[in-house]
C-alpha cells in the first residue's frame, strides 16, 4: 500500500492498494486481545470496585468476569487492564486515606452517639495518633 499526504491539508490519500500484500493482524480468536479492541467500560469498573469491596483478587475478579460474560473473547479487557484500572484508583486516592477515615468516623458518630473517636497531627497535617 502506498500512502500519500496531500500538499495542503492534513488528509492522507491512499494512491496504490495491492490487496496481495494485505494480510490479517492477528487470527479472529486472537482479536479480542490487540489494544484498539480493549477497553474497561464503566460497568465493568463498578464491578472491578464492588469485588475489591468483597477483597476478591484480580485473577478472581477475571474469572467471574469471564464466566459472566460468557469467555475472555467477550470480556473485553484483559487483567492487565483491570490491574491498570485499580493501579490509577490508588493513585486517585493517594493522600486522602485519612480525610476517608475521619468522614466515616464523623459519619458513624452521627449514626450512633455512643461511638467514639479522637485523633491528632503534626504541623504537617499528618496523623500523629
Partial sequence: ?????????????VSKFVENHNHC???????HLLRSHRNVSAAKKILAE??????????????LMEIDYGGPE???CTERDIRNYEQSLK???KGHDAETLI??????????????????VDANNKFIR
Fill in 74 to 76: 467477550n470480556v473485553g
Fill in 91 to 93: 493513585e486517585l486516592h
Fill in 25 to 31: 493482524l492477528t487470527t479472529p480468536s486472537k482479536v
Fill in 50 to 63: 464492588i469485588f475489591s469491596q468483597a477483597k476478591i483478587p484480580t485473577c478472581q475478579k477475571m474469572r
Fill in 103 to 120: 468522614l466515616s468516623f464523623k459519619s458513624e458518630k452521627e449514626k450512633n452517639s455512643g461511638f467514639f473517636f479522637d485523633y491528632e
Fill in 1 to 13: 500500500m502506498t500512502i500519500v499526504k496531500q500538499q495542503r491539508g492534513s488528509k492522507w490519500i
